[in-house]
C-alpha cells in the first residue's frame, strides 16, 4: 500500500476517542489534581483527570490529608522565561538531541534488573505543593513513598502502597494490566529498543487529551517512565526516541523539588501556556525529577512562576510493600 492510500484510509476512519488526561504515573498524582484546578479556574475548561500513577488510584484519605492543591513559588523559585532564554528554540533543539543521546549512553551501563513479578519497584522522593486557598501559602517541599507491583496483571488486593505525611496508604481500585499506564519491568522489557520503532509503538498507545497539545500529551507520557525501573537497552532507546518528540528542547539550568540544580529536556504546551522540563544531574546525566512553569502571564501568574515540581530520591527493587533498600 503506497502513502496516497494509506492517507486515503486513515481519512475513513473514525478518529481516535478523546479521554481525560492519561492515568498518572504515580511521581505526578497529586500534581495532576493541582494542575487540574488551576487550569479549570484559568481556562473555564473542564479538563477531568484521573489520579493515577501509574494505574493506580490514590485512596480518598490521601487526598484528604493532601488536602486541595496546586503547586506555585514564590520569585526565588522562578525559571527562566522564554524571553530571558539566551539561546534559539531551534539552537536549543539541537542541544537537546545531543544531551538525549549522552543520557542514552550513560543509560546503557546503567540499569537494573531483571525484576520479578512478586516484587515492588521502591521511590521515595519530594513534591512541591501550595494549598489553593486565600491567601495561597507555599508549603515546603513534602516527602513521599511509593512500592509499584510489579505484576502483570495485578489483583485487586495487591496494587501498591503510598506513605506521606507518616502514615500508610493502600492504594486500591480497579486493576490495571501492565502498559503505558502501568510501566512493570516486564512490560517495558517486551518494547522494542530500536528508538524508531519505539517512538511509533508509545506514540500509538498515547491517546489524545481534551486542552492538551497533542504531541505535549506524547511527551508527558515519556516523562511518566524515566522513574520506572527498566532494563539499560529499553532506557537507552526511550531517550532516543524522546528526542524525536517535535518541540523538544534543552534548558541549560533547572531545579527539581528539592532544589538540586541540572540540565533539562523540555516542551512547551503552547495551549496552555507551560512548559514541562524533565530535569537531569549535569555530571552524572542521572533523572533528578521533573518541572512544570507556566510559559506567559495571565490570571494564573506570572511567566516563569512554577506550577509543580517532583524530585526523585530514592529507587530500588523490594519483595515487599514497606520493605525500604
Not at 57 to 75: F, H, Q, R, S, Y
Not at 264 to 282: H, N, S, Y
Request: proline letters at 9%.
Amino acid at each position: 500500500m503506497n502513502t496516497t492510500e494509506r492517507e486515503e484510509l486513515s481519512r475513513l476512519l473514525p478518529p481516535p476517542a478523546e479521554r481525560d488526561l492519561p492515568p498518572g504515573r504515580h511521581l505526578h498524582h497529586k500534581e495532576r489534581l493541582m494542575r487540574q484546578i488551576d487550569r479549570d479556574r484559568a481556562l473555564a475548561a473542564t479538563v477531568r483527570r484521573r489520579l493515577l500513577r501509574p494505574a493506580v488510584l490514590m485512596p480518598a484519605t490521601a487526598l484528604a490529608v493532601a488536602g486541595v492543591l496546586i503547586a506555585t513559588l514564590p520569585d526565588a523559585h522562578r525559571t527562566q522565561t522564554p524571553a530571558e532564554a539566551p539561546r534559539t528554540e531551534a539552537a536549543s533543539g539541537r542541544g537537546a538531541v545531543v544531551l538525549l543521546d549522552r543520557i542514552a549512553a550513560v543509560a546503557m551501563k546503567s540499569g537494573t534488573g531483571p525484576v520479578r513479578e512478586d516484587q515492588y519497584v521502591y521511590l521515595r522522593g519530594l513534591t512541591t505543593e501550595t494549598v489553593h486557598y486565600k491567601p495561597v501559602k507555599v508549603s515546603e517541599p513534602k516527602e513521599w513513598e511509593n512500592w509499584l507491583p510489579q505484576r502483570s496483571a495485578p489483583r485487586k488486593d495487591d496494587q501498591g502502597l503510598l506513605k506521606q505525611d507518616g502514615k500508610y496508604f493502600p492504594v486500591m481500585g480497579d486493576p490495571v494490566p501492565a502498559g503505558l499506564d502501568r510501566p512493570t519491568y516486564q512490560w517495558l522489557a517486551s518494547l522494542p529498543t530500536d528508538p524508531d520503532a519505539l517512538y511509533e509503538r508509545l506514540r500509538k498507545e498515547v491517546r489524545p487529551v481534551k486542552g492538551q497539545d497533542g504531541d505535549q500529551t506524547v511527551f508527558e507520557a515519556f516523562g511518566g517512565l524515566l522513574s520506572a525501573v527498566m532494563p539499560p537497552e529499553t532506557e537507552a532507546a526511550l531517550y532516543k526516541a524522546a528526542a524525536k518528540i517535535p518541540g523538544v528542547v534543552e534548558i541549560p539550568d533547572a531545579t527539581d523539588a528539592k532544589g538540586r540544580h541540572g540540565i533539562a529536556i523540555a516542551r512547551e504546551d503552547k495551549q496552555l501556556g507551560e512548559r514541562t522540563e524533565w530535569v537531569f544531574d549535569r555530571q552524572s546525566l542521572g533523572y533528578l525529577g521533573s518541572r512544570t512553569c507556566l510559559t506567559r502571564t495571565s490570571d494564573r501568574g506570572t511567566a516563569g512562576t512554577l506550577v509543580h515540581a517532583t524530585a526523585v530520591l530514592e529507587r530500588a527493587v523490594v519483595d515487599a510493600p514497606r520493605q525500604t533498600p
